[in-house]
Each structure stands twice: as C-alpha cells, then as structure tokens.
C-alpha cells in the first residue's frame, strides 16, 4: 500500500450516491433488472491510481503511468476491427451462451439464500478426477440443474466429506433442484440397478482431497468478485472503460447484467460495474497490474463483441476463361439436388443454376487475351484483398472458424426482377451480381452425376498432381478415408441447436475415433453461419469454385446437459459396414437419447497437392433432415424424415487453415487471436521452387492455380505442370506493362 492510496467505497455524501443506496436500489429492482433501471450517478471513487480508456486519437498509451495526479490513458481500437459500417438489422449476438437467470441475479445482488441442505461432496462432483482437478469448485451437475430450473446454487465447505448446498430462485424452482439432488442422494446410496448405471463413485487420496479443498477455497474468494462490491470496500486501483455510445448497448451482448464479464471478473479478481451516466465500465482491485490486465481485456471484449456481430460477406465473380467462348446469354435453368431416398430416387428442384449460351460470332465481353488475362488478375487481388479484410475482422472472433474453397454448381437463389426469356444478356447478369438483393450459392455436392461417378477413379490415377497424405503409402489408392458423422440435435432452450461432429480412421481391422467436437449454430440454422463466401462463377459449364470462411460457436461437452455428453459417448462405429464403403448404409450407432434434427455422414479421402501443403478432399456424403426433431433415425426405409441419395463433393484447403483458425474456438473473454494477416500466411508460395521463380510466384495465384487444376482432374482433363496455366498468365501481362488499365 506505499505506492497506492487505498479508495474507500464512500459512504453517502453530498458529491456522490452512496453504496448502500446503490445496493439497496439494485436489491429492490426486479429480477431481470437491466444495467438501465440502476441510478443514475455511480457511486463515486477517489484514487492516486486510475486507468480511463476511451475512444480518441492518441494511438499509443502508457498504461504503467504511477503518481500524485489522475492518469488518464485513452487508446483507440485498431479501424480494420472497427471497419464494420452500419449495423445490419438483425438481433444482436451476444458473446455469452448463457444468461443470468433469477437466482443468479439475486445472489449477484448479495441477497441471502432462501434455502440450503447438506449432501454428500461425491453426490455433486463430476465422476472424473481430472476434470474435478480441471474445474476445481466448478460443479457441472449443479451448473446444468441450476439453468434447468431457474436457480442459484452455490456450494460451501462443510465438515468432513459433506457439502452445504445454498439456493438462490423462486420456492418452485428450489424445490425442484432439491427434488433432484435428493434423488442423485437414493441413487448414489441404493445397490438397486439404477445404482449400478450411476457414473464411477472414486475417492480422493489425502494429497488431491487437500488440493481439491483450497481449489474450493480459492474459487469461493474468486466468485465474489461477480457479485456487486460490499459497502465500504477498499481498492488500490480503478480503471475505467468508455462505451462507445453510438454502436449498441452493452448488455444487449454481454447480458443484462453483463455475466459475459464473469471470467474477467474471477480471473483479475476485479469488481466490474457499469455505469449508466457515463456509459463506461468500472474495475475495481486490490492489485493495480490485475486492474490493468482486466482493463484492457474489456476493452478486448469490446473488440470481441464488433467480431460476433460481422455479417455474411458475399462477392460473385466470373471466370476470364468463359468470356472469350461467344457467350452472349445466361440461361436459367432448373437445378435438380440430391434424389429423395423412399422405396427409389425421386428427384428434387433445388434453386436453379445458370449455364451460357451464343455463337462464336455474337457479342463477347473480354473478347482479347490481354482482356481476359487482366480480368484474371482483378478476379485474383479482389478474392485475396477481401479475405484478407475478413480475416483481419475475426481476430477477436470467439468460435470454431474453418476456411476452404469448394467446388460445385453455382444456384440462384433469389434475385429481383423476372427473367425475360429464360435468362439475361452477359451485361445484364455481371449487373445482377452486384444486386444488394441478389443471393446465391454453390452446391454442396459437385451436381453433375457423370463427374461424380467418375471422381474417386480419377482422383487415384492423377499421380502428376496429387500424393497420398501418409508418407507409408505408396499409391493414391492406399490412403485410408476417414468417417465421419454430424448429428445437429435440438437446443431445448430455442438459442441455436447444438451440433456434434464425430470423426473415425480406420486403424488395421479395427476404427480410432480421432476427434469429436461440439458447436452451437446460430438460432434457425442448421449448417454453420457463412461468414464469406467467394463464388467464381464458370458461364460456360455453370460450375463454380467457392471460397468460404464458416463459423459457428464453440462448446466445451463438459458443459452441456449430461445427456448430451452420455449420447456422444454412446456413438460409434459399426466396422462391417463402413469397410463397405456403402454410404447408403447408417454405418453409425448411438444411444436414442436426444432430439435429432438432421443427420449426415461423411466418407472422406485426403490428398496432397504435390510441392506445396495444400490438400485436396474428396467426400462422399448422405443427409438425412427430419421434419421436426425426434429421437431416433431409420435410414432404412420407415425413416420420420428426408433421406437423400449419396453425393460426392471436393474441397481444397491449406494444412495450416486449422492451425491458424483452431485456437479462437478457445478464446478467452477479452483476449483477441494472434494469428498474422498477411497475405503470404494464408497463401504461401510452393515450397518446391526455388530463385527466381520462388520470388516472382504470388501466393494467392497460385492457390488459383491449384483449383484450376483440381477441376481439370475432376472433369477427366489432362492435368498441366503445376503452377504454369496463371503462372502464364502474369508473364504476358509482366510484358505489356505499359498499357493503362
């Protein structure tokens, strides 16, 4: 304390409001009591020691300021994350996936329990030491029963092996929670069957039951610091964070009661309180560096926040190499997805494609090979320059993020106008694409039969372009696929369904499950959220390569109810079927314990482009989508919902995507990724160069360059020496530098 002047939470004066008005005042609100029904003025604090960020000018700031005067530091967010013009009118996403609910809020208020009993620690404690190590006074049982009935429940050292439980809720709510606790008790305690299915009961050795009770201490001081200050509080330090006014309020992302601030709060040991009248957070601490690094990481959680809430990017562009073929119309066609699976293939009109059409000696676009070559190279920097841009938006994006490019049919999905003739001109359709209210896509699936036949065939004999991604095998044919399935399951609580994603690889005789991932898609959806999306569009064959950036949010099963976490324990693999490679038949099984929405399974190979670390996927897939959720899947025939016939699809992605983009599925609240946004991270030049041709590659043109060849090898062309069909391209336009363009 010989540096710092300890700051007392005043008691009322004429300057300021006091605590216990203040207290008293949010004890008095109701429950869903938002940051708006709070006084107007603040309590007020004096100190040596203040931090302020706020938006300015000033781009550098010293935040280790000490001495007898106020320091006010203000840093401005760096614009690229900032770059996200007017807000798109659609709810607000917040950065929490579960808010405060009435027990919460009346212990975040210091009210006194309403009710409490005393139970056995092993009734509550998960049945795993490490994540009871891992989670420390963390009580997942208790967590999940708490938000199923609307409570608070806080457990708090009681003697020898036994906790006391505290309730915070209605009586309704409470009673029900003490309901359940009861019967884990009978259940725990019987040598009945229901006993025998109850999870492993362990016991702690003397050394781990030390560290598990000052864990449980330690997290009890920690769990203060989410509850509102108690009167007459001292603080060594304050910092103070200023709300942009003009973008949204704070707790429409961070909760009513800011709860998304929770982990700041314990992990800083600092008091965060929000202030109405300046629009600004207050943190509050007895150790100025926790008071700083919780500082800056609100204002992290602002940047966080701008992440969440970036829109879809869409950009429609078409190919050089079509505009110099005569086309001069672009048909509308019907476009035919996936057949229906009921007692035979039924066909589906799914959107429709587009596809040109005209004569050698009609009007042409791009009709010289410097047009073409040039429309090349705009079509390049502008595919780099807005990924890149994307990129820089979701440094602080909170989720699992996936980037690859992928092949298929181009389909319209909405546009304005009606269609004259079964199409438009060239001119007409390029206008088209720039429609704000023009939407489409490309298919999952490649959406030509022929191709799709022929894919894996092709795939093993292209031995010019591809490599098996296991050095052990010799052959394109040795590699071993991977199997996967994908079970979106409904959310009870309407918020966006849960989506678990399970991966096998077949390991001599026997299958390894090699990952399992759980996400949250956004409320409605039933695929991950599109974040970018790049259509090339081919007008000569209606194909399309497609460059994405996906999302959706990342869930820790530790944390979801416990039939969530006993189901995709229950999945696994039925060997004889899946060394079939039938896809038609569910070569999946799993306990029938959740509500399923959709279903799909996945038979994937993997290659190696040769010389570089780009990879080439070629899958096939099946979907099953249910008319409403149920809790079971007969794919056989009496299914409760849509079976679609088997189709093969093709992406391409870089080795080191995941490993850029994986680590901000674990973002902390008010931390931001460290990955680089320069464009040779992304798309680095070919490894199996060197000199003169190293220098001179472009990175991203010869990603382009790769799909161009990946397509050939799909349509049964002649596969060119790699990196020579745009490397040409810059050479003729290298020559012919003096044209203005």
């Not at 606790?181 to 069957?193: A, R």
């Not at 039951?209 to 989410?226: G, V």
């Not at 199997?483 to 690889?505: Q, R």
């Not at 390894?512 to 090339?536: F, H, M, Y």
Request: aromatic fraction near 10%.
């Amino acid at each position: 304390m010989d540096e710092y002047k300890a700051t007392r939470f005043p008691k009322s004066t004429s300057q300021a409001s006091s605590t216990k008005s203040f207290a008293a005042a949010l004890k008095a609100a109701p429950n869903n009591v938002s940051s708006q029904r709070v006084p107007s003025r603040a309590p007020h604090f004096r100190t040596i020691e203040k931090f302020t960020i706020s938006h300015g000018h000033n781009q550098q700031a010293n935040m280790a300021t000490r001495g007898a005067t106020t320091h006010d530091t203000t840093l401005t967010p760096r614009s690229q994350v900032l770059d996200t013009g007017r807000w798109p009118r659609r709810p607000l996403r917040m950065i929490t996936d579960r808010a405060d609910n009435a027990g919460i809020v009346a212990w975040r208020r210091n009210q006194p329990s309403l009710n409490q009993m005393t139970v056995s620690r092993t009734v509550i404690e998960v049945d795993d030491k490490k994540k009871a190590l891992k989670y420390g006074a963390s009580f997942p049982k208790l967590e999940h029963l708490g938000a199923a009935t609307g409570t608070n429940i806080i457990p708090k050292k009681a003697q020898g092996d036994h906790v006391k439980l505290l309730f915070w809720g209605d009586q309704k709510g409470i009673d029900a929670a003490k309901a359940q606790i009861q019967q884990w008790e009978y259940e725990f305690g019987s040598k009945s069957q229901a006993s025998a299915a109850w999870a492993k009961i362990w016991s702690l050795t003397p050394a781990l039951s030390k560290r598990l009770e000052e864990k449980l201490a330690e997290d009890d001081r920690r769990q203060t610091f989410r509850q509102f200050p108690p009167e007459d509080s001292l603080f060594a330090a304050i910092g103070q964070f200023q709300w942009p006014e003009n973008d949204f309020r704070p707790q429409e992302v961070l909760g009513d009661n800011y709860e998304a601030l929770d982990p700041i709060r314990t992990a800083c040991s600092s008091y965060i309180i929000f202030e109405p009248s300046t629009h600004s957070f207050r943190i509050m601490g007895s150790n100025a560096d926790a008071v700083k690094t919780a500082l800056l990481r609100v204002r992290r959680t602002y940047f966080q926040c701008i992440a969440r809430q970036v829109g879809e990017k869409r950009l429609y562009l078409l190919q050089a190499k079509s505009m110099d073929t005569g086309i001069t119309k672009v048909q509308r066609l019907l476009y035919q997805g996936p057949s229906i699976w009921d007692r035979g293939l039924h066909p589906v009109v799914d959107g429709h494609y587009v596809k040109g059409a005209g004569g050698t000696n009609g009007a042409m676009i791009g009709n010289t090979p410097r047009l073409k070559d040039q429309r090349t190279k705009t079509n390049a920097r502008t595919m780099r320059d807005t990924t890149i841009r994307m990129l820089e938006k979701l440094q602080y994006y909170r989720g699992d993020l996936r980037m690859h490019a992928r092949f298929g049919t181009f389909k319209i999905m909405k546009h304005r106008g009606s269609v004259q003739g079964g199409g438009w001109s060239v001119e007409d359709f390029e206008r088209l694409l720039k429609d704000r209210q023009f939407e489409a896509t490309v298919s999952q699936e490649i959406g030509d039969l022929h191709m799709e036949k022929h894919l894996y065939d092709r795939a093993i004999a292209a031995d010019k372009l591809l490599a098996p991604s296991v050095s052990a095998s010799r052959d394109l044919s040795d590699n071993s696929p991977t199997y996967s399935a994908t079970f979106v399951i409904h959310n009870p609580d309407n918020t966006g369904h849960y989506c678990l994603e399970v991966d096998y690889k077949a390991v001599g005789p026997e299958f390894d499950q090699c990952s399992r991932k759980w996400t949250k898609l956004e409320l409605g959806a039933t695929t991950p959220n599109k974040l970018l999306e790049i259509p090339v569009i081919d007008l000569e064959s209606g194909k399309a390569w497609t460059l994405e950036i996906v999302a959706a949010q990342a869930i820790d099963e530790d944390r979801l109810p416990s039939s969530y976490a006993k189901f995709a324990a229950s999945v696994d693999i039925m060997r004889e079927r899946a060394s079939e490679h039938d896809i038609s038949l569910c070569f999946t099984k799993y306990a029938d314990m959740v509500p399923l929405v959709s279903y799909d399974q996945t038979i994937a190979w993997t290659y190696n482009l040769l010389g570089s670390e780009y990879e080439v996927e070629i899958a096939k897939n099946t979907h099953a989508s249910l008319s409403k959720p149920y809790t079971s899947l007969v794919p056989q025939g009496q299914s409760r919902g849509t079976i679609y016939e088997a189709r093969w699809s093709v992406k391409v992605k870089h080795s080191q995507w995941q490993q850029l983009l994986g680590p901000q599925a674990t973002l902390e609240i008010g931390m931001g990724g460290n990955y680089s946004t320069d464009s040779m991270t992304w798309f680095p030049r070919d490894f199996n160069l060197a000199g003169r041709d190293a220098q001179q590659q472009d990175g991203f043109s010869n990603f382009l360059d790769k799909l161009e060849q990946v397509e050939r090898m799909v349509r049964g062309e002649k596969v060119e020496r790699e990196g020579a069909a745009l490397q040409n391209v810059y050479e003729r336009l290298e020559r012919d530098e003096d044209l203005d363009w």
